[in-house]
């Protein structure tokens, strides 16, 4: 009807995205994390509720929580990744997801270098070693390793892969790549099988969606191929990477180094990784510029605001394409 306004659910606090869902005049925005009785408020708004926002903090938005909506049309989801979704089951049951892609792709890249110089450059160490007077009394920091001599497999090799490549290429750092299948567009060797490009490159960056298809990729086996003067950079989810198998690969030196931005139950890092001091950790900073976070919060909210004023979503997902691929 004109003039009716889209009800909006909103499962996490995040100012941004709440001050545009609350100031956009169609929609109509509803507060869970605001309710004393998180259960009875749902069941008093899910007759209307048509748009859900989450940022993933409030846990999985599945088959179970969608279903509650009778008139659920769309989740609005902040980040590029967005394995919190289930976007498969909303796919079949008429839902469009989004998320929010390039607007923090040059962000996550610039990152994905900072931890890939200082894990290999031990420029964090070599900060803390200054700072604690050493300088002075125990002389210059002992040598490092270097980028120079190194080849990049980039695991996935998607808008931000190609970003960080293109970097790479500046740096004149030779890279390649491993996914499920070629791009033609690319001038980088594909790998079709992760551990040969393993055993053929010195550093691997991660940079795939994590979820289900992806859980536990780099393995032990992936990182004995990688080998004793391999480092492992990871950007992309915890869950990509065998968390156990990592920890026993940097004790027992079968890989050299690893630059860890994703952790399997953030914001828990496992104290075996703490201890290490020759590796580098990052409390997930990839896209966490006031700049870039600002874009992506915005995202979010045009997505809901496209949808509702009738002109499709802005970013839809790969399980949820728009138009719907049966009406192409």
């Known amino acids: 009807m004109a003039g009716e306004k889209t009800d909006v659910l909103m499962l996490e606090p995040k100012p941004i995205i709440e001050e545009g869902l609350e100031s956009a005049p169609a929609l109509k925005l509803h507060r869970l994390w605001a309710a004393a009785d998180h259960d009875a408020f749902v069941s008093s708004i899910a007759p209307n509720v048509r748009a859900i926002a ?16 009778p008139k659920l049309e769309i989740v609005s989801s902040f980040g590029v990744g967005y394995d919190h979704v289930d976007a498969k089951w909303a796919g079949a049951h008429g839902i469009v997801v989004t998320n929010t892609p390039d607007v923090l792709t040059e962000e996550v890249a ?54 960080i490549a293109r970097r790479l290429d500046a740096m004149k750092v ?21 551990i040969e490009m393993a055993r053929d490159t010195d550093v691997l960056m991660v940079i795939t969606p994590g979820g289900a298809a992806t859980r536990n990729l780099v393995d032990a086996k992936v ?27 940097l004790q027992k030196k079968t890989i050299l180094s690893a630059g860890l931005d994703v952790f399997v139950s953030e914001p828990q890092v496992p104290a075996e990784l703490i201890a290490m001091d020759h590796i580098v950790l990052f409390p997930h900073v990839g ?42």
């Open 54 to 69: 989450s940022t993933g903090g409030h846990g999985p938005v599945d088959g179970v929580l969608m279903s509650k909506f």
């Open 110 to 163: 610039d990152t994905a270098l900072g931890l890939l110089l200082c894990t290999v450059r031990h420029l964090p160490q070599a900060e803390r070693y200054l700072r604690a007077g050493k300088w002075p009394v125990e002389g210059d920091y002992p040598l490092t390793q270097s980028v120079r001599d190194r080849t990049v497999g980039i695991v996935g090799l998607g808008r931000i892969g190609k970003a």
């Open 174 to 194: 030779p890279a390649v790549y491993h996914s499920r299948r070629p791009q033609a567009d690319v001038p980088y060797r594909h790998y079709p099988s992760l």
């Open 223 to 249: 990182l004995a191929a990688l080998g004793a003067n391999g480092i492992l950079i990871n950007m992309a989810r915890g869950s990509v990477v065998d968390q156990a198998a990592l920890i026993e690969a």
């Open 287 to 328: 896209s966490g510029s006031i700049h870039t976070r600002r874009a992506m919060d915005q995202l979010v909210v045009d997505n809901i605001v496209s949808w509702a004023a009738g002109k499709g979503p802005l970013t839809p997902v790969a399980e949820t394409p728009w138009p719907p691929k049966q009406a192409q």
